[in-house]
């Protein structure tokens, strides 16, 4: 199984290795010092822009996808209501044909708002493993992975961020700064990804669509991914932190982007969007036709209320 894995991921950590260090002599040639942790910092930060930039269909189909989830939660509490205490095989599977049924109708499904977690997951790990490995490939213990030979491994391995080395973990730290430096970039990663979550509820989503177990379960996961990534990143290199707490800023301005130029129906980005094409005299998306469709409906009652017949009395209706 080790063997496998280790395959599996061997061609992306020659891919973060070729990135990082095709930025350490963009920086280098800029004037940086080889050894510093600037420019080996700032390669990361390049892995991550390099990444991200390639992810950003991605991103936007996870943000579509969990904002139809979240819209699409009246419709599956009626399927699940409707099928409600029934256990047999045929009602089971009746449910779930109508269940994907209405995912296919409005286009999403709850895999769709993973795929940058997942995609994202083996360039998480191939940094981390060249970063766990340099020390070994400075020594000449282990072979390069690819362009990181021994002397860049050994550049890198020296090379700190106010103190702190960034092959340092804190839980195998030497030296204050490496603990001040992991705790807060451990507070920065963890307060991105909830403001990234908060964001997304508070702002892109209806209020409606906020009142359901789904909604209810993203609010804890809002609460409890930064209390789980806290108590991991204690495992983590600083430069893996680094790498994580980037990727968090890039998602939140990038979704920050996305829920303002085109928020969900109904909720308070939208309105926010509305009033600020109102302020520069922008027609406002779909309001000319829900103007027209309410016109010809009142045309259409007045319509019906001129031909009504009013009723005549016995009276009035007898000839004399």
Known sequence: MGDFFNSVLRPIELLVAWIMYGFHEVFTTLGLDPASGLAWGLSIIGLVIVMRAAMIPLFVKQINASRKMQLIQPELQKIQKKYKGKTDPES????????????????????????????????????????????????????????????????????????????????????????????????????????????????????????????????????????????????FPIGVLLYWFTTNVWSMVQQFYVIRNRPAPGSAAEKAYHERLARRGKPIPGEAERKAAEAKAAEEAAAGQGQRVQPKGKKRAKKK
Request: proline fraction near 6%.
């Open 92 to 235: 089971r599977q009746a449910m779930t044909q109508e269940t994907m049924a209405l995912y296919k109708k409005e286009g999403t499904n709850p895999f769709s708002s993973c795929l940058p977690i997942l995609v994202q997951s083996p360039f998480f790990f191939g940094l981390f493993r060249v970063l766990n490995g340099l020390d070994e490939i400075g020594a000449g213990k282990q072979e390069a992975i690819g362009p990181i030979t021994r002397e860049v491994a050994g550049q890198a391995e020296q090379a700190t961020i106010f103190g702190a080395q960034l092959s340092d973990t804190f839980l195998g730290a030497n030296n204050p700064a490496t603990y001040i430096v992991t705790v807060v970039l451990i507070i920065l990663m963890s307060l991105t990804t909830f403001l990234t979550q908060r964001q997304l509820m508070t702002k892109n989503m209806p209020a409606s669509a906020l009142d359901n177990p789904f909604a209810k379960q993203q609010k804890l996961i809002m609460y409890v991914m930064p209390i789980v990534f806290a108590v991991s990143g204690i495992n």
